[in-house]
């Protein structure tokens, strides 16, 4: 197992407290708001939370930070804050640092003083869900970055009934069915001959560009 | 094409204005703030973008929102207006609704007014942030929802140099490798006989609990 350190604990660090405790990782939990410490603190037996200004490099030096496997700066509107807590997580050599960016510009700020992963979780959730209301058909929505992504999708009425061979897909429009989910029954990996059914759930992976062209997303 | 109204224009709402526009639908924005609305217009020339308040159904009726393919409400930390809003769309006959919730009790007030989609973006956020951050080798990580889940992932160590037939991964782990993206080139469908190297990127499809226990999140 393995130590995390989360700075901010609103809804997106004290979600990913529950996640790496569940994982078994040890996590401890850094908040500027005493009060909300002490509410959470019960919530959370088995992660160590204590009250501090993650800007104070003295502070994360006491709590042996730099020994951490990796780190979260997860403060939403303080915005300085989050760039100085990232700042001193490096300096004091945590190895792996994700970082909550408000912005692009904030984001390129974060980048330049060594956060090796940026996250903006309203715009990338926003765009899931755009593509997940746009169509009737898809239910979710997963960029992985670069210029591919994947749909989880009913299947779309022109594809029913029809085999993955006659359907042609990565010849036709540069698409792979990575999964087929019959209703009700274990994903299976296709082959040619798997003929795609009405209630199915099929899992369906490409280039963004191609994904926005397909039948998924005009049907 | 279709048409769309989102409701509440934080970072969320703008996002999502931006990707329904990318794919070619209509969008009608609203929210409260005369300033933000006068503010955003300029960058979203190809969406309609209107200063109301969406708790009040005669507002919402002069805007033909009944007439809509589907709506999302991303109000945020006000909870009683996304609540409201989220009823007049409902009773006004919108067929689809997506709704933002800031807690569990939130999010099932919200389905039972009827809304068709809860989503919380923080904590979805948080547990896909937590587990990237928990694997050295974890690049992305998918909840589709029920009890499945996709990781994209660098191959690990152990993984190196197998072929997928002496992995043997589905009978062994209950996981399934969907894609294999070798370094500087496209994804393609393995097969029984493809070997995993150093760089190669995959995506491996399971059970959450499959995929959480096994050497992907346990390097
Ligand atoms: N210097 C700091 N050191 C430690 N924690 C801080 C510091 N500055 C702010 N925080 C904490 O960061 C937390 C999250 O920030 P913010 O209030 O912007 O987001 P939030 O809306 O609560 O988060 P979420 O969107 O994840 O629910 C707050 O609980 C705040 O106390
Ligand atoms: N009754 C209402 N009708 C329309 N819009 C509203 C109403 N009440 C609040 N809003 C708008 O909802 C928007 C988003 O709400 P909020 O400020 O809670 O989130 P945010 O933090 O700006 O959003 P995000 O997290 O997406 O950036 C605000 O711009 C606000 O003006």
Chains 1, 2 share one sequence.
Do not use: C
Request: charged share 25%.
């Amino acid at each position: 197992s393995r130590q995390f350190v989360i700075i901010g604990l609103g809804r997106l660090g004290t979600a990913m407290i529950d996640t790496l405790v569940s994982l078994g990782h040890d996590v401890l939990g850094i908040d500027l708001d005493e009060d909300l410490v002490q509410d959470l603190a019960g919530n959370y037996p088995n992660a160590h939370l204590v009250a501090a200004d993650a800007t104070d490099d003295s502070v994360l030096r006491d709590l042996n930070v730099a020994n951490f496997d990796g780190a979260a700066v997860v403060i939403g509107e303080a915005m300085e804050a989050g760039i100085l807590a990232t700042a001193n997580l490096k300096e004091l050599g945590v190895p792996f640092v994700a970082a909550r960016a408000t912005s692009g510009l904030h984001g390129r700020v974060l980048e330049k003083i060594g956060a090796d992963r940026i996250i903006e979780p309203e715009k990338e959730m926003g765009a899931q869900l755009a593509r997940t209301i746009a169509s009737p058909v898809v239910l979710d929505y997963v960029d992985l970055g670069e210029d591919e992504a994947l749909i989880e999708s009913e299947v779309p009425e022109e594809w029913m009934g029809k085999s993955l061979t006659e359907l042609a897909l990565s010849r036709k429009s540069g698409l792979t069915i990575l999964a087929v989910k019959p209703k009700g029954r274990a994903g299976t990996i296709p082959k040619g001959d798997t003929v795609l059914n009405e209630g199915d759930v099929i899992v369906v992976g490409g280039s963004k560009k191609n994904l926005d062209k397909s039948k998924l997303l005009n049907p």
